[in-house]
């Protein structure tokens, strides 16, 4: 333990981290431990032992900076406060249970930082919690896991508490203030299971924006009730516009009936576009599967068009080949055609980012994960929670947000251009 007690005064002593650590000490304190036969991770482990010495070294540190002198120094004669012995107390650590010793004062005014008076977790415990819950493990998933790879009793109610703590975080996201411009805003929905007397879908809306400077912003999630509907799109893009979004390019949608309406009544100035891949997959509906792929070959030339009269053509020859087996594809894409065609219109590069909501759909298929795994939820607050923490878990390094940033640049001047200038008053 000589080691440990050296490791612990260089931290004390103002390293900033495993780095300042010297080498050479790192070395000796593990060829100590194989000596010993001491294993690394468990109860009794070499990472126990050291965390429980860092952790009690800054505790130290913590009353001396209190009382304001050291241990056995005689300033503190006459000083009204003392130390008073130490207390033992459990913290469930990133590597498991650890068992320190607490200093306490006579005064009983130290307010300890690292280790908080009635704190059991240290807030990786938490992070861990909260990253499993967004991955879809239930809570006695989550609890059995602790307990079998750490060691750790946590019990659901636990669990339960640390995750309901994101709904605050929750609630303050979902009511900021938005950008007052956005080139494009991404619209779609996923369904839950929530027993609410009995096992029903219901929706959960949810809108991607790409800001002026290229960023993608989840603008918010929405419970519904029922199957997905215009009239509670209208509520939502109604929301959003009341946050400070203003003014909107354009909205990709799935084409739902009522859609462009709604988008038109809050946003005049909106161009709304279906997206062609929710087009092409509701055309498969109607097709047996051997004709999928012909179908698809079929109407790869409607949609790569360079203009709307040649797209027209495209559709009018489609409709001749196919018409006469699949009538219902048809009143299909002619009902759709008027938000389908105006991606038609612009640069290429604004085609290639708004002509699907594929942006959106896998955002959508890691949300579905978690929701599949979780199966049913008892209400609509358990929902929101589980869809927020998969949403929040989304790219955590921060590269994903790089690559989009890159693929939208060229984009972007063309929106910028394309629309006369309303990005540059959104940047104002």
């Given at each position: ?6 490791v ?31 294993k ?7 990472l126990a032992?050291?965390?429980?010495r ?5 505790l130290d540190?913590?009353i ?14 006459g ?11 459990t913290?469930?650590?990133?590597i ?11 005064a ?12 059991r ?6 992070e ?36 309901d ?22 619209i ?15 929706p959960?809306?949810?809108a ?18 029922g199957?997905e ?50 087009l092409?997959?509701?055309?498969f509906r ?38 006469h ?36 759909e896998?955002?959508?298929?890691r ?24 949403v ?21 001047n ?6 006369d ?8």
């Open positions: 333990m000589e080691v440990e007690q050296a612990a005064e260089q931290v004390d002593e103002g390293s900033s981290g495993l780095d300042a650590l010297d080498e050479q000490l790192l070395d000796q304190l593990v060829g100590q431990a194989r000596e010993r036969g001491v690394l991770a468990g109860e009794g482990g070499l032992a050291l965390t429980k860092l952790l009690e070294s800054a540190g913590e001396t900076d209190h009382l304001g002198y050291d241990k056995h120094d005689a300033t503190g004669d000083s009204g406060n003392s130390r008073n012995g130490r207390r033992s107390k913290v469930l650590t990133d498991g249970p650890v068992q320190i010793e607490v200093p306490r004062d006579r009983g005014s130290f307010e300890p930082q690292i280790v908080k008076k009635r704190q977790r240290l807030t990786g415990v938490d861990m919690v909260l990253s499993l819950s967004a991955r879809g493990l239930t809570h006695g998933e989550i609890s059995a896991h602790l307990r079998e790879v750490y060691g750790a009793e946590v019990s659901k109610t636990t669990i339960s508490t640390i995750t703590k994101v709904m605050d975080g929750m609630a303050e996201w979902q009511n900021r203030p938005l950008d007052p411009v956005y080139p494009v805003i991404f779609d929905c996923v369904h839950v299971k929530i027993r609410d007397g009995q096992v029903a879908n219901r959960i809306y949810m991607l924006a790409v800001t002026c400077e290229g960023t993608r912003e989840i603008l918010g999630l929405w419970a519904g009730d199957g509907g215009a009239k509670y799109w209208m509520h939502v893009l109604t929301e959003i516009k009341n946050r400070g979004a203003g003014d909107v390019c354009m909205v990709v949608c799935d084409g739902l009936r009522g859609q462009p309406e709604a988008i038109e009544a809050v946003w005049p100035r909106a161009v709304t576009q279906t997206c062609v891949v929710h092409l997959r509701a055309s109607y097709a047996a599967r051997q004709d999928w792929d012909a179908l698809a070959k079929a109407l790869r030339p409607v949609y790569t068009a360079p203009t709307e009269a040649a797209a027209l053509e495209r559709f009018l020859e489609f409709q001749e080949a196919w018409g087996k699949y009538p219902a594809i048809i009143r299909l894409w002619e009902s759709a055609w008027s938000e389908f065609v105006p991606f038609l219109n612009f640069d290429v590069e604004i085609r290639r980012v708004v002509c699907t909501t594929n942006a959106i896998s955002i959508n298929a949300i579905r994960r978690a929701v599949r795994a979780r199966g049913h939820f008892p209400n609509e607050q358990a929902a929101l929670k589980c869809v927020y923490l998969a929040m878990s989304l790219d955590p390094t921060g590269t994903g947000q790089k690559r989009w940033m890159n693929r939208w640049k060229a984009a972007l063309a929106f910028e251009i394309t629309f200038g309303r990005l540059s008053a959104g940047r104002k």
